[in-house]
């Protein structure tokens, strides 16, 4: 059992992993590669050490397996490990530059998930997926009934009337046309299918999860939305406030600055491109219906359209809705409503 290596820094791949292991002074002692079965091996037979990953494909897992092992396992985004690679690209300098960045203080890491929390994620994977398949899906049948003159209206609606629509054109479609069509209207079916027994298990989930409920209580904010958040960001202490959650999922502006100058781009768009996007979408809905209210925040959103387009005010919703987010899982309170009345404007 090695007792010298203090540091270990892991460069994760399908089969073949680099280590880069220090000690006590930050000096090498270990540089060496390994097939994935001799992994946990070697990590078993380890003193318990700190070891820094990169968070990408199967990170989550190796960080529950080297745990079990009785290690300290820190993650960590691959763009902030970057800087300390030195030289030219390579399994060993990329693992030396993971050993070196896990030990800088000013270093941000990702909290590593769950199995729980794969799972629901996976869950929101698997609808995301049935929803791309559905509408190409309806896509396709709708270019290809245009050839054959019969046009069909946008909207998922109009393809789940499909075999009427058939049956209203008949006349213009040949007999291996109608077989066709109604087979690929069967495919669509069981697209559809597929996320509504998604939307169910995750309507399951977050009946049964305190902290989803909590955040259904916001403007804008459902199940999918609440779900997704809790599985994604996981321990919201990995975060010291609620802008460094809008932060890391994008929300805030580029920065372009030096000296007295500063200059603002459009938002980052870091982090998980699917919360983002809920949250926008969310975040659209209850701009549209903030004018109806009268609390402070619905007035706020309000002065946004006054001075901003719908889309840039949506993101600036969405931001704040982010750092109300983290307040609530950070601290367990609940939302604190303002009193809502519906105006009484002729």
Not at 176 to 205: C, G, M, P, V, W
Not at 319 to 331: F, G, V, Y
């Amino acid at each position: 059992m090695r007792k010298d290596i203090k540091v270990l820094g892991i460069d994760l791949a399908k089969n073949i992993f680099q280590i880069h292991g220090t000690n006590a002074h930050g000096k090498k002692v270990l540089s060496k590669r390994l097939k994935r079965k001799e992994l946990p091996e070697f990590i078993g037979n380890l003193t318990p050490c700190l070891i820094g990953i990169e968070a990408c494909t199967e990170a989550h897992y190796w960080a529950r397996t080297f745990e079990n092992y009785g290690h300290e396992v820190k993650m960590m985004a691959p763009q902030f490990v970057k800087p300390y690679v030195m030289s030219n690209k390579n399994d060993k300098n990329d693992a030396r530059g993971i050993a070196e960045a896990v030990t800088r203080p000013t270093m941000k890491f990702v909290s590593h998930k769950t199995l729980a929390q794969q799972d629901l994620l996976l869950i929101h994977r698997a609808r995301s997926l049935s929803m791309n398949n559905r509408t190409a899906q309806a896509n396709q049948i709708r270019g290809l009934l245009a050839d054959y003159g019969v046009v069909i209206e946008q909207g998922i609606y109009h393809i789940r009337k499909l075999p009427v629509i058939l049956d209203e054109n008949k006349e213009q479609l040949s007999e291996e046309a109608l077989a066709i069509f109604t087979n690929l209207h069967e495919q669509f079916k069981h697209h559809d299918e597929q996320i509504a027994y998604y939307d169910k298990r995750i309507d399951s989930h977050v009946a049964g999860d305190a902290n989803c409920q909590a955040l259904l209580e916001i403007e804008g904010v459902g199940p999918l939305s609440a779900s997704g958040l809790v599985a994604t960001i996981g321990d919201p202490g990995v975060f010291k406030n609620g802008r460094e959650l809008a932060a890391w999922l994008g929300l805030v502006p580029k920065q372009c600055s030096s000296g007295n100058k500063i200059r603002l781009g459009s938002i980052t768009k870091r982090g998980d491109n699917y919360i983002r996007s809920l949250l926008i979408h969310g975040a659209r809905c209850a701009l549209k219906y903030a004018k109806n209210k009268n609390d402070r925040k619905s007035q706020w959103a309000c002065s946004l359209l006054t001075r901003m387009a719908f889309n840039k005010a949506a993101v600036a919703l969405a931001n704040k809705h982010a750092r109300i987010i983290w307040a609530i899982l950070t601290t367990g309170e609940s939302y604190r409503k303002d009193e809502v009345a519906l105006c009484t404007a002729a």
